[in-house]
């Protein structure tokens, strides 16, 4: 069976230039890049070169780039390690439509009793910068809010709030594991403190992230240990992964203009296309500022999962904004803060698509999910 995978901003395939670049530090070069010996030193120099590669992708320096074991370590690091090295009574930050590795370190350290503001977005998923800017007039603050959002791709204006929390003094943090690699990246011109990536949503395997933490900013290690990563983060380096991780995002600097105007061609023409064969549908999230590969569309009156369930028997991957939660299909986080009607947010599919998508993949989508739709109206309870 043919397969179409449009669930890209879950995970991404290896690239094979990437597991190339991977096996020789697999079969061969296996040292201990801590080990003092040459066999140990050959494989440093490999860790360093992609230290290079993932910072140049971020126009940083080497030197601020830690390695982590995935974009969720990357988060609780920069949050928790933020909090414990900031005076008592810093106010967290953040926003309503985090991902759970932002959502869940912040809403651990407000059980604990650390303030904790959570902004909201209004119904394009754009977020209230009026009540971000009251929230920053309450002191010394830690501000976590993602570059762009997993679920809906949509974009931050991450710029615009580095200036308004670092002009208040304030440590900012920002999760770009959806955004990094997909649009450039100067963090010499924003002056972000802290921003997480994650291998595997760029084309380098599970199992490998970074978090970068400009020079100077106070941070307490996450995994205490031995001294690997200059004592910012024990734990033997995972080097194959690393190594991989460096030639995805030298792969994603070199390819990101050409790429993103592709993927977001092929994007545009599946959402207008599906839009007009299909009635009672609307597209989620600010289309102006958008990630180029994803779009989150509602069908109204069907739900979410018995699509994807028909979109899976043709080999279509792609994923909803719902969650079987004790037994009952509730929508998302996200989708519940941008208000989204209950009719319509039970029908949200996210399609991300990526390098390796083509036309015939959204030929192959646009010839069977308006049928698919069409029947499970028929079904449908909402529908008289
Ligand atoms: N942040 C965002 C925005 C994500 O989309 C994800 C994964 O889906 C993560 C963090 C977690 O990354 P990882 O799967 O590498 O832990």
Known sequence: MRTVYLDNNATTQVAPEVIDAMLPFLRDLWGNPSSMHAFGGQVKQSVERARAQVAALLQADPSEIVFTSCGTESDNMAIRGSIEASAPGTCLVTSRVEHPAVMG??????????????????????????????????????????????????????????GMVKGKGGILHTDAVQYAGKFPIDLRQVPVDLLSISGHKLHAPKGIGALYIRRGTKLQPFMIGGHQENSRRGGTENVPSIVGFGKACEMAMNAMSDEATRVAALRDRLERELLKTCPDTQVNGDPAHRLPNTTNISFQYVE????????????????????????????????????????????SIRFSLSRYNTDADVDHVLTHLPGIIRKLRTLSPFVT
């Not at 009540?131 to 993602?146: H, I, K, T, Y």
């Not at 909803?320 to 319509?344: D, K, N, W, Y």
């Open 105 to 162: 370190p912040c809403h651990r350290l407000r059980d604990l009793g650390h303030p904790l503001v959570e902004i909201a977005v209004d119904s394009g998923g754009r977020l209230n910068m009026e009540e971000l800017e009251a929230a920053l007039q309450r002191g010394p603050s830690l501000v976590s809010l993602m570059w762009a959002n997993n679920e809906t791709g949509v974009v931050f204006p991450i710029d615009t709030i580095a």
């Open 304 to 347: 979410g999962e018995a699509i994807l369930y028909h979109l899976s028997d043709l080999g279509v991957a792609a994923s909803s904004g719902s969650a079987c939660t004790s037994g009952s299909l509730e929508p998302s986080h996200v989708i519940r803060a941008m208000g989204v009607p209950f009719t319509a947010a039970h029908g």
